[in-house]
T-cell receptor, first 114, second 115 residues
């Protein structure tokens, strides 16, 4: 069974802090994704990666960066957290090129920036 | 322009009844896929069902079926015999071949199943 693990379910940080959200998958998936979810807006793609050391911007990359040093791990970084980054963050992974295969999601991290 | 539109922010259904959750999409890519996910209050996203644009038949998975009307660009989720455990947020999403493996999500429909 596919397992996508996010390091924290709940996280509280202060404005201006550097925040790291970690995601690990155990299915050898090439693709990994970071989304944020806000009420009434659905899921919006922040960044994604098709391979190690490779990243591409999604729809809302401003204020975020990512790192993928190993295939199984994809980190989301908030360089200087702001209150408007309070949100639910979801990590997902999938195989490259298998269009009928779903993305598999972690349980999410509810991040509060005070 | 919205690529995925879910026009029902909230829906109520009585237990054991069937319910249809609407999803319309917009794409010029002839090859695409449509996915439905369920998100309970605990937060995890659970994959329910997939429909490919070239699939001849509507997808079914247990109590879930997809009413795919390609000409209308709609992919409505039908849940038969609703159960209390079906109460959750439901998201429709689309993958376009030209867009790589990215998914575009709708804003979701909150379903509440009542006794």
């Amino acid at each position: 069974d596919v397992k996508v693990t996010q390091s924290s379910r709940y996280l509280v940080k202060r404005t201006g802090e550097k925040v790291f959200l970690e995601c690990v998958q155990d299915m050898d998936h090439e693709n990994m994704f970071w989304y944020r979810q806000d009420p009434g807006l659905g899921l919006r793609l922040i960044y994604f990666s098709y391979d190690v050391k490779m990243k591409e911007k999604g729809d809302i990359p401003e204020g975020y960066s990512v790192s993928r040093e190993k295939k199984e791990r994809f980190s989301l970084i908030l360089e200087s957290a702001s209150t408007n980054q309070t949100s639910m963050y979801l990590c997902a992974s999938s195989f490259w090129g298998r269009n009928n295969q779903p993305q598999h999601f972690g349980d999410g991290t509810r991040l509060s920036i005070l | 322009a919205q690529k995925i539109t879910q026009t029902q922010p909230g829906m109520f259904v009585q237990e054991k009844e069937a319910v249809t959750l609407d999803c319309t999409y917009d794409t010029s890519d002839p090859s695409y896929g449509l996915f439905w996910y369920k998100q309970p209050s605990s937060g995890e996203m659970i994959f329910l069902i997939y429909q490919g644009s070239y699939d001849q038949q509507n997808a079914t998975e247990g109590r879930y079926s997809l009413n795919f009307q390609k000409a209308r660009k709609s992919a409505n989720l039908v849940i038969s015999a609703s159960q209390l455990g079906d109460s959750a947020m439901y998201f429709c999403a689309m993958r376009e071949t030209g867009g790589g493996n990215k998914l575009t999500f709708g804003t979701g429909t909150q379903l509440k199943v009542e006794l």
